[in-house]
């Protein structure tokens, strides 16, 4: 079956630090894979999305991600995070079967200054 | 330009009740999506439309959620004899096409059942 798992519910950063936040996806083949953002009674924006080629894919506000195959992962990335960064943030998997997108349960970013 | 547009952004309904909860796509878009997010989750998917027609319907938890898209562009869930679990935040996402095209959500309607 396919599934998105984000191992960590929660992350706690200081601002300037570099933050990596971890996505490991369950699929039978290379899927399209991509990271949302929810801020506070928010819609989900998009950040950066995969679908081929160069598997470290650049995104808005600075993150990047890098998709491993032998892995199954798509970890997101940032050099230096901003306060402003401080939100949910969603791994998604799809379309798979019927135009389904699949998402993991969100990690959470808090950013201390 | 503009997004899409969900509303009301928050509904308070009694038990039993029934209740519809609308979405405006992005004009153009012909990929409709209805999500719903409870507390603490990621959005779980409910139903796609293509067009006017439902294209997967398969994650409608059961016969009491039903949603339409009569002209390929608004599109309405309705939920009936709603109950305490129906409550979360229901979302909606337009796409360009389906398969290449990220989604674009709007903020969400937050349904409360009392």
């Known amino acids: 079956a396919q599934s998105v798992t984000q191992p960590d519910i929660h992350i706690t950063v200081s601002e300037g630090a570099s933050l990596e936040l971890r996505c490991n996806y369950s699929?039978?083949?290379?899927?399209?894979l991509f990271w949302y953002v929810q801020s506070p009674g928010q819609g989900l924006q998009l950040l950066l999305k995969?679908?081929?080629?160069?598997?470290l894919v650049q995104g808005i506000k600075g993150f990047e991600a890098e998709f491993k195959r032998s892995q199954s992962s798509f970890n997101l990335r940032k050099p230096s995070v901003h306060w402003s960064d401080a939100a949910e943030y969603f791994c998604a998997v799809g379309p798979l079967t019927g135009n389904q997108f699949y998402f993991g349960t969100g990690t959470s970013l808090t950013v201390i200054p | 330009g503009a997004g899409v547009s969900q509303t009301p952004s928050n509904k308070v309904t009694e038990k039993g009740k029934y209740v519809e909860l609308r979405c405006d796509p992005i004009s153009g878009h012909t990929a409709l999506y209805w999500y719903r997010q409870s507390l603490g989750q990621g959005p779980e998917f409910l139903i796609y439309?293509?067009?006017?027609?439902?294209?997967?319907d398969s994650g409608l938890p059961n016969d009491r959620f039903f949603a339409v898209r009569p002209e390929g562009s608004v599109s309405t869930l309705k939920i009936q004899r709603t109950e305490r679990g129906d409550s979360a935040v229901y979302l909606c996402?337009?796409?360009?096409?389906?398969?290449?095209?990220?989604?674009?959500f709007g903020n969400g309607t937050r349904l409360t059942v009392t």
């Open positions: 995969y679908f081929s080629g160069d598997t």
């Open positions: 699929y039978g083949a290379t899927p399209y």
């Open positions: 439309f293509q067009g006017t027609g439902a294209a997967d």
């Open positions: 996402a337009s796409s360009l096409d389906s398969y290449n095209s990220p989604l674009h």
